[in-house]
């Protein structure tokens, strides 16, 4: 299994980045997908979550209206868009999954083990 981040970088405030995430070694198609973050001083932190189908999608209020995450389960790919970029979005974005056949949560609270297959993260900085 490999979950493979990719599209993180530097960048100023009101920037935009796309960050993709590339699944390989599982049935992608089967698994609802999420982001979570690692902010400076901060514990992780779910950011955004799409179902297996890709047709429910779910965020974090503080970028809910800003980001939006997407899947394409032919291409076997899934994606984050970040737009209106601010310095507390900055920090290390992992692409994970929920467990198989597992409906679409909101991940208020969490624990590592909650996740099966992570990413190795991406690096995402904002700042002038």
């Known amino acids: 299994v490999q979950l493979v981040e990719s599209g993180g970088g530097l960048v100023q405030p009101g920037g935009s980045l796309r960050l993709s995430c590339a699944p390989s070694g599982f049935s992608f198609s089967t698994y609802a997908m999420l982001w979570l973050r690692q902010s400076p001083g901060k514990g992780l932190e779910w950011i955004a979550g799409i179902n297996a189908n890709g047709d429910v999608t779910d965020y974090l209020p503080s970028v809910l209206g800003r980001f939006v995450i997407s899947r394409d389960n032919a291409k076997n790919t899934l994606d984050l868009q970040m737009n209106d970029l601010k310095p507390e979005d900055t920090g290390v974005y992992y692409c994970?999954?929920?467990?198989?056949?597992?409906?679409?949560?909101?991940?208020?609270?969490?624990?590592?083990?909650?996740?099966?297959?992570w990413g190795q993260g991406t690096q995402v900085i904002v700042s002038s």
């Open positions: 994970v999954t929920q467990w198989a056949d597992l409906s679409l949560m909101t991940w208020v609270k969490f624990d590592k083990n909650d996740f099966p297959y």
